[in-house]
């Protein structure tokens, strides 16, 4: 092989393996299932959610705030589910991460749904 394939290949295979390493991608199907669970979630007791019947309005419309964040807000967004109290020390939000309430691995699915209900312009 020449060099320049070998150099070509090699940054062929940065740039697939990149984005996986950095950004950690839940799955959106679990994380909407989770989003509408009473007893995990409970997301929409506080938020309009997309599908979901008689939301609660004392947080804001998650599908609009989504509006606001792009791929590169990924780790705010995050952040949000993990633990609000980041941004609001008041927040009533539950801190889902440190009070055990979703794993890691949940929290990534439930920001893949969030970016999944981003209404695009
Ligand atoms: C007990 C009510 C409550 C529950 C339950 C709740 N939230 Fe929130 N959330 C809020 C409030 C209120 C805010 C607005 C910021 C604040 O006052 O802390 C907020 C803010 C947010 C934000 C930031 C919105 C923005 O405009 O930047 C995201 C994202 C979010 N919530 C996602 C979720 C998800 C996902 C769930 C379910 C896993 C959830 N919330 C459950 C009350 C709640």
């Given at each position: 092989?020449r060099?320049?394939n ?16 950095v950004l ?16 995990l979630g ?8 997309p ?18 964040y ?22 009533i ?8 309430l979703l ?5 990534d699915d ?11 312009n």
């Open positions: 092989m060099t320049s070998i150099v070509a290949l090699g940054f062929a295979l940065i740039l697939f393996s990149l984005p996986g390493a950690a991608k839940g799955n959106a199907e679990n994380g909407k299932k989770i989003v509408e669970s009473r007893s409970n997301c929409a007791a506080c938020h309009v959610v599908g979901m019947e008689f939301p609660g309005d004392v947080g804001p419309d998650l599908a609009k705030s989504m509006e606001g792009t791929e590169r807000d990924r780790d705010t967004v995050r952040q949000w589910v993990w633990d609000a109290r980041q941004f609001n020390p008041d927040t939000m539950p801190p889902f991460g440190p009070n055990k794993t890691k691995e949940q929290v439930v920001v893949e749904y969030l970016f999944s209900i981003k209404k695009k």
